[in-house]
């Protein structure tokens, strides 16, 4: 949160006063216009009843709930919603959104604030996760459809996982896991084809924030 500090005196009297220090927010009073302006998401209309927050199946492991993330985008706290773990952690399983009594879109909106901390240059809070939703644009452009085997080893090599994964068993896991769907025709060792696919490159192409892949 931006802030800056400010000295008051208590309610003791001159000659007992102590000098504390408060913060003093510094909003930026146009973020919630240049939010809307890409949505619309209808921030403002939250009225902070919490329902999101209740609902959410991952709150657990967020460090800003849902609705305090909506607050913080209409006081203008830039820096505390892009730098936040909680725009990384959603699933966007919409159950946020779902429950709103005031059609607020808050899984677009966590959405939304990921992009701009990309476009920003923020590292990311959880950089496997930014990872993993690169990992998986860059899979989607090579056919315009999953292709699951390949998707988690390309994963696993870009955040550095291999080697703890060896260490503690889980890769042994894992390529038992696969050969069993492989068994079952249920996974491909070859990525198919569909069609489209330089539409869907294109889409993808029109996302990156800058030019710089996302």
Known sequence: MAEEARLVGSSYGAENAEMVRQPVLSPDFDFLYKVEASGPFNASHCFQCRKCTNGCPVSFAMDIFPDRIIRLAILGQTAEVLNSRTIWICASCETCSTRCPNGVRIA????????????AGIRPALPAVAVFYRTFLDNLKLTGRVFEAGLLPTYWVRSRQ???????????????????LFMKKRLSALPGAVRGRGEIRSILRSSRPHGRSQ
Do not use: C, I, P, T
Request: proline share 0%; aromatic share 10%.
């Open 108 to 119: 677009e909106l966590m959405d939304y604030f990921k992009e701009l901390a990309v476009e």
């Open 162 to 180: 291999v080697v703890s994964m060896f260490k503690s068993g889980e890769m042994r896991k894992n390529v038992e896991q696969a050969v069993k």
